[in-house]
């Protein structure tokens, strides 16, 4: 599908949870468009305040403002003829919503503090993490603005049900990670599969990580399961599964979950000697 949505100019909104690789996509998508030699910016939209965005986005002129001490090129300008990203584009305040859409209808800016427009030719890649259709039917978000950025949408399922895309995705960042050292890494089968096996809560941010962290460590040419951290490599989701299997005649939930925390106290008590302070530390 992405090279497919690579070949045209519409608007794309990517959703997803949080860490499930939209700015890869776009990233993906920009690489195999015609705009590909062109720059790629992204932008986390909900790092800013609404002034500051305005300012990111659009650029400002010398004496716009306190500080602006000279004219400063907008990122829209800075992608012309590539591709912005616009990251967490579902908390845009909706005076900064009004002002994007009509970017996108006109394809025209204006700094802050200009008199006059600068034309635009970038391609817009929009993700959120955040039912933007519910919140334009609430009016949170403008529906105006979710049909314009929503001409190709994609959903990305969490990594938990994709689990056939984890081998790319960990050969494409032990290629990231060692092209960065200058080494060549590949993989153990045995540490492949721990990977594979395990259910990635904080999705490709937390697989990316765990790559760079065995990268890292591991000193030889393959990637071993002792350069993966425990939770992955203590991973076993048949003793999971029957720790949580509910009996036939149902569950007392309340002692249930009292025995749980007693039988953590104790193991707490017990890696610590004993020690109360260092154990309420572990807890």
Not at 270 to 281: F, I, L, M, Y
Request: proline residues 5%; negative net charge.
């Amino acid at each position: 599908m992405i090279e497919t949505v690579a070949e045209v100019q519409s608007t794309v909104l990517i959703t997803g949870e949080s860490g499930t690789g939209k700015e890869l996509v776009a990233r993906a998508i920009h690489d195999m468009s015609p705009r590909a030699e062109r720059p790629f910016i992204s932008i986390n939209c909900g790092a800013f305040t609404e002034t500051l965005l305005e300012s990111e986005l659009f650029g400002y002129v010398k004496g716009s403002f306190t500080g602006a001490n000279t004219n400063r090129k907008g990122l829209f300008e800075a992608a012309n003829r590539g591709t912005i990203f616009l990251d967490e584009i579902g908390e845009m305040s909706p005076a900064m919503q009004v002002k994007l859409l009509r970017v996108l209808q006109e394809k025209r800016v204006r700094p802050v503090g200009a008199h006059e427009e600068i034309s635009i030719d970038a391609r817009v890649i929009a993700a959120t993490n955040r039912d933007l259709k519910q919140m334009s039917l609430d009016g949170s978000f403008r529906e105006d603005l979710f049909y314009r950025i929503s001409v190709i949408p994609i959903t990305l399922p969490p990594l938990r049900e994709r689990s056939e895309d984890i081998p790319e995705l960990v050969n494409h960042f032990i290629g990231k990670f060692c092209d960065q050292t200058g080494r060549q890494l590949t993989i153990s089968p045995k540490a492949m599969q721990m990977l594979e096996d395990y259910v990635w809560g904080g999705n490709v941010r937390e697989l990316e990580h765990t790559i760079e962290r065995a990268v890292a460590l591991e000193r030889g040419n393959e990637i071993q399961p002792e350069r993966l951290p425990d939770n992955v490599t203590n991973y076993n989701p048949e003793r999971i599964k029957a720790e949580f299997d509910l009996p036939d005649n149902g569950l007392n939930l309340s002692a249930h979950l009292d025995n749980l925390e007693k039988t953590y106290v104790l193991e707490a008590l017990r890696k610590t000697s004993g020690n109360q302070t260092k154990a309420a530390d572990l807890l």
